[in-house]
């Protein structure tokens, strides 16, 4: 935590971060980009993003990649449980 408060480098690449795997996940995936698909997958982005800092500062022990890989993962398998797919009518 003290390294990531101390360095405000950090601040634009985290939100580029969150804002590449939401908008990689919607297109890869071609679904809906409502506001609960896009609250989600910032979640998740979120997720990929403390676990690819904690393996950046040696907190985890796991290889760089690691965190995003798994996080897309389980964000492709909720999209295709939820049945997150491209409504056919445009308003």
Avoid: P
Avoid at 65 to 79: H, V
Wanted: hydrophobic share 45%; with cysteine.
């Amino acid at each position: 935590m003290e390294r990531l408060i101390s360095n405000d480098d950090y601040h634009d690449s985290m939100e580029g971060f969150i804002k590449r795997f939401v908008e990689a996940a919607i297109s890869a995936q071609d679904i809906e980009q409502d506001g609960q698909v896009r609250r989600v997958l910032k979640r998740f982005a979120l997720a990929a993003l403390a676990g690819e800092l904690a393996t950046k500062f040696d907190v985890t022990g796991c290889k760089s990649g690691a965190a995003l890989n798994g996080t897309q993962e389980i964000a492709r398998t909720w999209i295709s449980e939820r049945d997150v797919t491209r409504a056919s009518v445009v308003l």
